[in-house]
């Protein structure tokens, strides 16, 4: 018999109410993100314009990070792909970091403001107010991600209301203070890949996995954790799809310009001076200007990440229930499914379950975890998208829990910002509180496993629909 989908808490979809417009219907749903993004956008604009002027700065606190990616993106828009590397931009991500900020640079282009970097010269740009605005908008896209998921989890209306708040409060760091809206629109694609093939649509959830690594490759480091549940047959079209949107876009600007392109996105070069050390900052390739090279290091995480996502795998595949003593494996086709098993590869087969879905998630925090485990120079907005994805699951766990870790969260977005150099006094404690709060959001075990549908057409697929 064809399988019929639930939703990921076990129960029937939730239905639109009727009448009204579907506006409104996403408005009433999506209310908390809606005010959430409000308060951040206002809270954000205050603390970087007016906020000063009452501490008697004259200056605006703004975030000068902003403005290389801005110059990268006025060149992207005027058709020089070949000056996205190039100095002042000091861009280190991929292209889709610029591509994001296209809107904003067109206006700003159209407006005739400039873009000179702020500073004792020019205290107020006008080009913040209209890219101030329009970044910290952009990165309450995670926020909207964030509540989707608690939504497909069965959390509660107010947790949900908590959610929001709480997932605003450390999103100030990136989005007002530092200005790397690439970082939230990432993990916030990463969050709707998670979803899609929560829904068993891998395709949507490669694009969207793809789009996420163009913007911000630190998601990189998940993406082991979303092949974990594929069957081998699904894993080389999802990594095609998740490669082909930054392998376009880098081409590109390797062609205009391979010097700076290939030396800024190998090398990630990172400063000590100006930012934060860690424990393995002497042991990273030195660099020019006191710089020490990143990427070498990112690159090994990513390969910790494959390795813990293979065991994972392993797990998973051992807790799947078991048929006639044997358990079920993941090297099944399509070949020895029947028409009335098999599903369609475009819908990749199986929905999962709650416990599944909330588990990819706290993995996928721990995988993002490792950037700050494991990063040769920190900046303060470093450790925000693994905080960012383990609220979610905290978020099931009932209101102490959620409370202590958005607290957590919170403190830890807070102490992020101090000025301290020392690796005992900045460093160790914020990965003590990350590890903390990955404790404090790790799913509850029931008395049953998880059901993990590694293939289609087999018992586990079945059972896990």
């Not at 998601?219 to 990594?239: H, K």
């Not at 914020?430 to 289609?456: I, Y």
Request: net charge positive; proline share 9%.
């Amino acid at each position: 018999m064809h399988q019929q989908r639930s939703d990921l808490a076990g129960q029937p979809p939730a239905q639109d109410p009727p009448g009204g417009q579907p506006r409104a219907r996403w408005a009433r749903r999506r209310m908390f993100p809606l005010i959430a993004s409000a308060g951040l956008l206002a809270v954000g604009m205050f603390t970087t314009t007016w906020g000063p002027a009452l501490i008697g700065r004259k200056e605006w606190a703004l975030p000068y990070d902003l403005w290389g990616t801005l110059i990268a993106t006025s060149r992207l828009a005027h058709g020089n792909i070949g000056g996205l590397y190039s100095p002042p931009t000091g861009l280190i991500s991929l292209p889709g970091a610029a591509v994001i900020l296209l809107p904003c640079a067109a206006l700003i282009s159209v407006l005739g403001l400039s873009l000179d970097i702020p500073g004792p010269g020019n205290l107020h740009p006008p080009a913040w107010l209209v890219a101030g605005p329009y970044q910290i908008a952009l990165c309450c896209v995670t926020l909207f991600a964030a509540d989707a998921l608690a939504e497909q989890l069965g959390v509660r209306h107010w947790k949900r209301g908590l959610l929001a708040a709480a997932s605003a409060g450390i999103l100030w760091s990136v989005s007002a203070r530092w200005g790397h809206p690439e970082d939230a629109v990432a993990v916030g694609l990463l969050l709707y890949a998670i979803g899609a093939q929560s829904r068993g649509r891998p395709a949507r959830a490669g694009w969207l996995a793809g789009a996420a690594v163009c913007v911000q490759p630190l998601v990189l480091l998940a993406l082991p954790v979303m092949l974990a549940l594929l069957p081998w047959r699904l894993m080389v079209p999802f990594l095609v799809r998740a490669a082909l949107p930054s392998a376009l876009l880098l081409a590109a600007s390797a062609i205009a310009n391979w010097h700076d392109t290939y030396r800024s996105v190998t090398s990630q070069p990172n400063s000590p001076v100006i930012n934060h050390p860690t424990a393995w900052t002497s042991l990273a390739p030195q660099m020019t200007g006191q710089n020490v090279a990143a990427g070498p290091f990112r690159l090994a995480t990513i390969v910790l990440a494959c390795l813990a996502a293979l065991a994972l795998r392993r797990y998973w595949q051992a807790r799947a229930p078991v048929d006639g003593g044997t358990a079920t494996h993941d090297t099944a086709t399509d070949d020895t499914a029947t028409d009335d098993t098999a599903t369609d590869d475009t819908a990749g087969g199986i929905a999962w379950t709650a416990a599944q879905l909330s588990d990819v998630l706290w993995w996928a925090a721990f995988a993002l975890a490792l950037r700050s485990f494991f990063e040769p120079v920190m900046v303060s907005y470093y450790p925000w998208p693994p905080m960012a994805v383990a609220l979610i699951p905290a978020a099931t766990l009932g209101w102490p829990r959620l409370l202590a870790a958005g607290l957590l969260a919170g403190g830890l977005t807070a102490a992020a910002q101090g000025p301290s150099h020392a690796v005992w006094i900045w460093w160790v404690p914020l990965v003590a509180g990350l590890a903390a709060l990955l404790l404090l959001s790790r799913p509850a075990r029931g008395k049953q496993p998880a059901v993990v549908p590694l293939t289609t057409g087999s018992p586990a697929g079945e059972a896990a629909g």
